[in-house]
């Protein structure tokens, strides 16, 4: 079956460059999350998108920004990195929402490393 | 707001014998509960979750979760653990309104298992 799929798996960025995390959806799931996990942290929910809106915010720095697509992808824009944001970022799908028989499916992250 | 807390950060337990990770939550709203197990260098995989309905929850992997109420607990168990079930567990919690909120974790708990 399809999974969440998440490019690039790994990821070395300077300070102050920007880099961009992708998210494709498993087929027909129209609800995207995206979390941060630092290490030996808990993953922290930054953003959601439903019907390509944005559906909830949690603790995204302002120089981070995100969007959904037609084709329900999405993608995580981080500009001006802090070595701060070095961590692993999932993604995770679901069908509308986590409600009654919904299951959030998560992908396999991007590391990010900011050197 | 939502909180959850994982009692212990590190749980060591001999093959074959029984473990119980505690999760406690709290919540303003009538919420869902899940466990997600992360092996090393890998992306969340959903254990088991409550939504509503009985209490005692049976997941994958042969653990199971009880929720309960009064105590606002959602321990998970395994009566007989493998060397294979070494990995961090989060405990989460989501608002049982539905939509695209993020859910809020637990810091983990490290389950290693000793032969």
């Known amino acids: 079956a399809a999974g969440v799929i998440q490019s690039p798996r790994h990821l070395i960025k300077e300070k102050r460059e920007t880099a961009t995390l992708k998210c494709y959806p498993i087929?027909?799931?129209?609800?995207v999350y995206w979390y941060q996990q630092g290490p030996g942290q808990d993953p922290q929910f930054l953003i959601s998108f439903y019907e390509k809106m944005q559906s909830d915010k949690g603790s995204i720095p302002d120089r981070f920004s995100a969007q959904q697509f037609s084709d329900y992808h999405s993608e995580l824009n981080m500009s001006s990195l802090e070595l701060g944001d070095s961590a692993l970022y999932f993604c995770?799908?679901?069908?509308?929402?986590?409600?009654?028989?919904?299951?959030?499916?998560f992908g396999q992250g991007t590391r990010l490393t900011v050197v | 707001a939502q909180s959850v807390t994982q009692l212990d950060s590190q749980v060591p337990v001999f093959e074959e014998a029984p473990v119980e990770l505690r999760c406690n939550y709290s919540s303003s709203v009538s919420v869902y509960l899940f466990w997600y197990v992360q092996y090393p260098n890998q992306g969340l995989q959903l254990l088991l979750k409550y939504l509503s309905g009985s209490t005692l929850v049976k997941g994958i992997n042969g653990f199971e979760a009880e929720f309960n109420k009064s105590q606002t607990s959602f321990h998970l168990r395994k009566p007989s653990v493998h060397i294979s079930d070494t990995a961090e567990y989060f405990c989460a919690v989501g608002d049982s309104g539905g939509g695209a909120d993020g859910l809020t974790f637990g810091k983990g708990t490290h389950l290693i298992i000793q032969p």
């Open positions: 087929p027909r799931h129209d609800t």
């Open positions: 995770a799908s679901s069908r509308s929402g986590w409600g009654s028989n919904t299951e959030a499916f």
